[in-house]
């Protein structure tokens, strides 16, 4: 399938790089379904809605900028996705940039998708010291790579 998106142009979406949202993104609850565009040689990646071409999401591995980083995810969740084995899930966080040196990572509301069912779900970590406006660490190590760049 052909998508028309305004950040990227025309894209072919597959299958395999689509994700059923069970529970949309905060704030955006008309939008379930989006596709991956993975960025070569860098740590961000990007969600793009399928019926909104205005609508992308920055998203990054929580994990590689605060490895000490950990919640338990309740069962309900893990029904929710369908989600049978850890090694089937993976975790992204939704990244805000405001300026080159105001970029963050909302650690409170992580988005949890399963490779295998490819469902996700933004959830609340509702016991958690976790903010949604958490400094990305290390920008200075990703000196030179964007979050916002994008070849069409």
Known sequence: MIVQTARFG???VYPDT???FSVPILGFEEYKNFVGIAQEDSPFEFIQS???ENLTFVLTDPFMFYPEYEFTLEQRWRDILQIEKEDEVIVRSVVTVRSPSDITLNLKAPIIMNLKSRKAAQII???S???TRHPLNKVEDQEGRHA???EK
């Open 10 to 12: 025309k894209i072919e």
């Open 18 to 20: 689509t994700w059923d």
């Open 50 to 52: 399928l019926d909104e």
């Open 125 to 127: 970590l509702e016991q």
């Open 129 to 131: 010291e976790y903010e």
């Open 148 to 150: 916002d760049t994008v």
